[in-house]
């Protein structure tokens, strides 16, 4: 079964149903492989927001640090001294940025809702964060192109995400519980997306991916 939903991440017309649930269907990309949610089923900005102020990430609490550390740990090995990055999607309690900076970094912050300053994204870095925020975000495709395109060659974009498998592992999965994840990422989805950036991917674990952008690619703005 196809029909016209779009993929948000490629743009592909051609989907099929992956699953359903009692609250939402999820449509998996013929092309990228991206599964998702759509549009119709999103929740607004405000009812958004409202499940977000739930969260209780506090800069300082040692095991948010030490589930951010999946990510910052083997980023921190491949960063040179002095590095300016980003902290897309740095939620109320930004501890990864921190811990950047207290790495020797200076990292700028944006959040649709908390640090909503669009400036930042005007800006190029050395190496920019996106940990557990690519699973909320209603236009992929858009939003990891413009933090593709502010990202220095030489450059690292770290991503954690937890990653789909198969469709009887799907089923039971919370992580499609939460009604503001609505995109959700195999390994071939990153696959496809860094061979379109021509980035070279590193899956860390389970859930963390380093894209590199090579030397000689596009600057940032």
């Given at each position: 079964m196809s029909d016209s939903v779009h993929c948000p991440l490629c743009d592909n017309g051609t989907t099929e149903l992956f699953y359903r649930d009692r609250r939402r269907p999820?449509?998996?990309?013929?092309?990228?492989?991206?599964?998702?949610?759509?549009?119709?089923?999103?929740?607004?900005?405000?009812?958004?927001k409202a499940e977000y102020d739930l969260h209780d990430n506090q800069v300082d609490d040692p095991g948010y640090r030490r589930f951010l550390s999946r990510l910052a740990g083997p980023l921190l090995e491949r960063l040179p001294l002095n590095a300016r990055g980003l902290d897309f999607g740095c939620g109320p309690g930004p501890a990864l940025a921190a811990m950047l900076e207290e790495a020797g970094h200076s990292v700028a912050l944006y959040d649709v809702f908390y640090a909503p300053d669009s400036t930042v994204l005007e800006c190029d870095y050395d190496f920019i964060c996106a940990t557990e925020v690519v699973e909320h975000l209603h236009r992929p495709g858009a939003e990891l192109a413009r933090l593709w395109q502010c990202l220095r060659p030489d450059g690292w974009l770290g991503v954690m995400t937890k990653l789909v498998r198969d469709r009887e592992a799907f089923a039971g999965w919370h992580y499609k519980n939460d009604p503001t994840h609505?995109?959700?990422?195999?390994?071939?989805?990153?696959?496809?997306?860094?061979?379109?950036?021509?980035?070279?991917?590193?899956?860390?674990g389970a859930d963390v991916m380093l894209l590199h952008k090579p030397v000689g690619s596009a600057p940032g703005p």
């Open positions: 999820y449509r998996r990309c013929s092309r990228c492989e991206l599964v998702f949610v759509p549009p119709a089923y999103y929740l607004d900005r405000d009812a958004e609505v995109c959700f990422y195999s390994e071939a989805t990153w696959r496809w997306w860094a061979a379109q950036q021509g980035a070279l991917l590193e899956f860390i």
